[in-house]
């Protein structure tokens, strides 16, 4: 039952984007100057995906606001879609990276930070062996690699929907008949993606254990919760079934926390005890310098390590490019974890998107409205519709209603407040204040009530 | 003919490395202490190939020089094996890197110097449409899909022992019968690269036309001149024809300037006025800190802008990740190409790589040694033989001189000198100076003399 007046929707997405346009001529000429030398108008492809017409163009962010160039001051509940959780320009991390570039940022040799931040990694997490990467996209990769090394095996699960970044044994979904087929949207893959992953349903156990059977699956990329179409939670005990089930066939258990490191301090995996295999960790890590890190247990490692062959002999292709682990992107996430993603941050953030989603619930509740509302830690999100889903086909179509997301978010830019375009999530740094939030329910009411039918 | 003193060479090699070892005890300590913390005891695969036994732990860098925790100052001739080819902490990269940190570094949405970094890059590379890239192999990896896109094929062509970072289309060789395998050392590969792959020995004209021939090559990855074992330079017209052969068979034609940026200011493809449809520049663009840039001809843009879907339909998938074309990353190649990679500065570092190249020669003359010395622009290289390589079989075992190897580079951080540690690479940045590629010269005759025989 659409509770949504579609005739009034019309009218007031027409005016918002009309009001988008005049307040934004700066972000405006950028985006027309930039169709002449960017490709697709963008110089990064999820630019086109901002609602409005063109994206903001900004000049600085601070804390949890952004400033655009026209002057509009912004409180960001986007963050960079996780990359800047940390919040913008904070402090402790910002000047441990200043500095370190004053001492150089590439050596393609290792800096004290290296073995500090694998230390500090152990104790947060609890991995014993740690290598790094530039993005949790080649975290991935690697691992997949590592653990096609470490097990003889060729094959990569995941599961349908699930978010791994851009790698490409992870552009797969389900079609309608079960069947792997590539992920919609897909545009330049090579290889048919059913050769190389096999892709099961979050939650079910039982395809699970079907698709580990034959023992031919190397590693199971595993989302602790699905994060990429709102957040789809995991049944109870259904992760800790599942690491069961790949230690019982040989199959590496990777916990991506690519997006669930918004859920505390330790991750999902250390805040729920998940026993893994491995873990990735990206984004935010480095304070928006592009870094990321992924750990190993160690019975994992020292398998790697018997298998490796001796300097003299071979270098392990595919695994890490010149930048990779360098001076400043340890810097970087040295100053993130001493100074920024700490203990106590993140109970602010934990206790803020609290606070975001009860007034969010209660203004659909004053409404009328029955959608979903659903936390991780820190990131919180919300649906058009309550059928509480399981997996990522449930939700698929949830938030396909291209109008409805276009003017909340247009509207919401409007009022000042950024919220991540290409689903409906809101995420907390330590900078977002209880003020920043109570100004966002009061602005999401006054922009709601308009649409909503009475019937 | 062996012209080296093989006993003495194993001699001096256990000298240098026993002084090697007392020279450095905080990079020895650091490196047992990782050992319990890193995978193979490196935080970066790359790390375990160094010479010595262990890496060198680096303090800090500044201009063509760094300082290890030992205190020891070396003149840095590897310069990251090019992500420092600007030298370390260049000054008016690094002055605009940390402002932008103090103004946010990741906002998933354009700053100002999107526009900036894409209209300097026309004016200097010629290319009409640019997107960001965290990496090279990124780069590559993305421009894959978008020819693919393209042209509605699917095959990539590489040469033989070519570099093109961690794209695992490019991780394929020959095997001795002519077939395509996958690269000694590519531990990790879930299919068999002649599925992906057609592989073309450098300089072969008629071979590089057969692999065209079938139409079903979507790119021709070009590395201009070989790089990753020693330098291989093109055959006078080589590329020129190549060009036309991809235009002819409706292959895109991509010049992956990671390497060959040494070149100079416009790189390979600009210096010697190659048409390309695209470009691939990364490692130093951003003076370390990781990003990359790839640009596209304007009829290629054109088909590629044709044929995208409607920002509501459809992502492109598989086409950057989050912190991709971040701001701090544009802030990097903006005051990379503003004030460093300069015009003046390529000038300086051609003539000192010249200088380089003379003593070298030189040096190698006096002994008595057939050695080749091959430059391209900054960058030198030199082999232990004197085959003229025309490919990269040519070159393969040239530098497989383990012992060899070992000694020349642990003699020569002995004596306050870092060279590339795969192959026998030197690179000049603009902060090199004369006096260092002189001093360089003396500690390379007072080093081989020693061990090359007179006979």
Redesign the interface.
């Known amino acids: 039952m659409d509770r949504i007046n579609r005739p009034a929707l019309t009218d007031r997405l027409r005016e918002e984007t009309a009001l988008f346009a005049t307040r934004h001529p700066g972000s405006a000429a ?2 027309r ?2 169709a ?5 108008g ?9 609602p409005g017409g063109f ?8 804390g949890a606001e ?1 400033t655009d ?1 026209d002057g509009n001051v912004l409180v ?1 509940l ?1 963050l ?5 959780m940390t919040g ?2 904070p402090k402790g991390a ?1 000047e441990a ?2 500095a370190s ?12 930070d ?2 500090w931040v ?2 500090e990694l ?1 104790r947060r997490f609890g991995f ?5 990467a ?5 975290a991935n ?1 690697f691992a ?6 470490a097990t003889g095996r ?3 699960a995941i599961f349908n929907h699930a978010y791994h ?2 790698v ?2 992870a ?1 797969a979904e389900l079609d309608e008949s079960g069947a792997v087929v590539p ?9 048919a993606p059913s ?2 992953t096999k892709v099961v349903e979050f939650n079910d156990l039982e395809g699970a254990k079907a698709a580990l059977a034959d023992e031919d699956v190397a590693i199971f990329l595993v989302e602790p919760a699905l994060t990429n179409m709102s957040i789809v939670l995991p049944d109870p005990g259904f992760l800790e079934a599942l690491s069961e089930a790949c230690r019982d066939r040989g199959t590496v258990f990777l916990m991506d926390e690519t997006h669930t490191i918004s859920e505390g301090y330790r991750g999902y995996t250390g805040t729920h005890g998940i026993r893994a295999d491995m873990i990735v960790i990206g ?1 935010p890590i480095a ?5 990321a890190v992924y750990g ?1 247990a160690s019975d994992l ?1 020292q398998t ?2 018997s298998r ?2 001796a ?2 002999d ?17 810097a970087a996430i040295r100053g993130t974890l001493e100074h920024v993603l700490t203990e106590e941050a993140h109970r602010h953030m934990d206790a803020l998107a609290e606070h975001y989603e009860a007034g969010v619930k209660s203004l659909f509740a004053d409404l009328g409205l029955d959608w979903s509302v659903i936390r991780m830690g820190a990131r919180v999100e919300f649906l058009y519709d309550n059928t509480n889903p399981r997996n990522g086909s449930d939700v698929l179509n949830s938030f396909k209603d ?1 109008d409805l997301n276009a003017y909340l978010h247009v509207a919401l830019l409007n009022r000042g407040f950024v919220l991540t375009p ?1 689903h409906n999530m809101a995420l907390m740094c330590p900078a977002t204040t209880r003020a920043q939030v109570d100004a966002f329910h009061a602005a999401f009411r006054e922009i709601l009530e308009p649409v909503v039918g009475r019937d």
């Open positions: 950028q985006a100057n930039s002449a030398h960017l490709l697709t963008n110089g990064m492809n999820w630019w086109r995906m901002w994206p903001l163009c900004i000049r600085e962010g601070q952004v160039v960001d986007c960079g879609d996780t990359g800047a913008h320009a910002t990276i200043a570039l004053y001492k150089g940022s590439s050596f393609m040799l290792p800096t004290e290296h073995l694998a230390e152990e014993s062996h740690w290598q790094y530039l993005s949790a996209s080649d990769r997949i690699r590592w653990a096609r090394m060729k094959k990569v970044g851009a490409d044994e552009l992920k919609a949207g897909n545009i330049g893959y090579g290889i050769e190389t984004k304070s928006g310098i592009p870094a190993f490692a790697i390590e490796y062959p300097p003299e071979e270098d392990a292709l595919g695994i890490g490019t010149t930048l990779t682990g360098s001076a400043v992107t340890l291209y290409f």
